[in-house]
């Protein structure tokens, strides 16, 4: 069963990568204490052979309840990967049957999954043969259209699916277009467990006036930079310019005990547009922050703003 932990109606930070890793998942955390967070989408294999990709999965415990995000096509892999992990204190695992990217699918993972009814629920039942942990998934509308997702879940949930995040639109629009809520709504009439609608939510407010039938929402790409995103629009407004800054500063100096100064500098860039942006001379302010190279010179711009 799924932890009672989870408030109601479900609110939570989508696995991105390169976005949701400690540092970001802790600021995200320290602004909202119920939401759920999951780690940066990674490769199974990476886990089981490479100490680098292990080290994205590190986690405190304050940002709890956490869910490690996971890939592959190998069943026994999944079940060797998630028997490995469970006792690190993680909520639980969720499976990527969504990522559109071109290399993932040529190789047979994430989205690609849609198409392999089989295979998919293989590796769920893998995965919950390996740990008594909650296994979840993240997926899609469909390939090209919505009309096998009710079969296709409940086939996961036969598998041992406890939970699903669907976002709102197929494999072959990719990111373009307008998210579809509608067959998620159907989705959710056909089954009993959870089911989580994500795609082009711009905040609570937007989230929870999409709610409908559903079990929660999920926001991905307007949370970078904008930890903020789970507050009510009333509150947001609220927010100062300095409020912002400082909150960036705490970002990144919490990402600076994971990375050294130069990587810290060059990843925390895809970050300042969230942070600053509505906000004059946002554009010359960003331009600075881009250019400099140390700590100190960071904090001494970003602070000069306010």
Known sequence: MLPGTFTSPIAALAPMDGYTDPAYRQ?????NPDVVLYSEFTNIHGIEHSEQVRKRLVFDVSELPYFIQIFGNDPAGFGKTVESLQDTGVTGFDINMGCPSKKIVKANTGGSLMKDRDLACRIVEACC?????????????????????????????????????????????????????????????????????????????????????????????NAIGNPWV????????????????????????????????????IEFRKHLSGYINGFNGAKSLRALLMKSTTDKEFTQVARSSC
Not at 151 to 161: N, P, S
Not at 254 to 259: H, N, S
């Open 230 to 265: 789970f507050w009510s629009d009333e509150k947001r407004a609220e927010i100062t310019l300095k409020d912002k800054i400082e909150k960036m500063l705490a970002h990144f100096q919490l990402l600076r005990r994971y990375k050294d100064e130069h990587i810290a500098l």
């Open 129 to 221: 043969k390996a740990t008594r942990l909650p296994i979840t998934v993240k997926t899609r509308l469909g390939w090209s259209d919505a009309e096998q997702l009710i079969d296709f879940v409940k086939a996961l949930i036969d598998a041992g699916t406890q939970m699903v995040s669907i976002h709102g639109r197929t494999y072959r629009q990719k990111y373009k277009g307008e998210a579809n809520w509608e067959p998620i709504y159907e989705l959710k009439r056909a089954v009993a467990i959870p089911v989580i609608g994500n795609g082009d939510i711009k905040g609570r407010d937007d989230g929870l006036s999409r709610l409908r039938n559903l079990d929660g929402y999920m926001i991905g790409r």
């Open 27 to 31: 600021i995200v955390r320290q602004l």
